[in-house]
């Protein structure tokens, strides 16, 4: 799905890591939630409250989530998931285009 | 405005510059279209075909738009007009927040 419908945005960007990570909230009528998000290069690691599915859109970015050994790259078309109250580390080389979608 | 309902949202962003200015689409029902956008540091020159008012939803810019001579900044809660069929050139200090809004 290359498009998300009959949905609300939140206009204002969310800006992390001095704008080398940035992203927009999308809202759907049933209450959940998805950011639309760039990440520069760069290495970043960010919490979750509620598990996450991010789905890459472009780019690349290699990941390793709490309590795991490996990292993992992964590249436009694949996804991977964060479980809720964890957290994920980033290797980003050059620019990743994702999307996440919170899990209730 | 701080939020676009019932829009659909084009997933993959839109790179420009290296990822240093990236932006999504967001269709509306009477077909007219915006984006949102982020740019960080830099200097940067866009052409336009349909007129463009930019508002501003964070951080500043200083505009000069084709065939005027006085460089402008903005800021949040600002917006300014490019002509279409026209440029326009960025300076942008530390990062701008975006919406821009293609007029028939």
Redesign the interface.
């Known amino acids: 799905?290359?498009?998300?419908?009959?949905?609300?945005?939140?206009?204002?960007?969310n800006?992390y890591f001095?704008?080398?990570v940035?992203s927009?909230a999308?809202?759907f009528e049933d209450g959940t939630k998805k950011t639309?998000g760039?990440m520069?290069a760069g290495d970043y690691e960010f919490n979750t409250d509620a598990a996450e599915i991010m789905e890459m859109?472009?780019g690349e970015m290699t990941v390793l989530i709490a309590g795991e050994t490996e990292w993992k790259t992964y590249q436009e078309g694949t996804s991977f998931k964060v479980p809720a109250n964890s957290s994920f580390r980033l290797k980003v080389p050059?620019?990743a285009?994702y999307?996440c979608s919170y899990v209730k």
Chains 1, 2 share one sequence.
Do not use: F, P, Y
């Open positions: 799905m290359s498009e998300l419908k009959n949905v609300t945005v939140i206009k204002k960007a800006v001095d704008g080398k940035t927009r999308v809202l639309l760039v520069l859109l472009g050059v620019l285009d999307c």
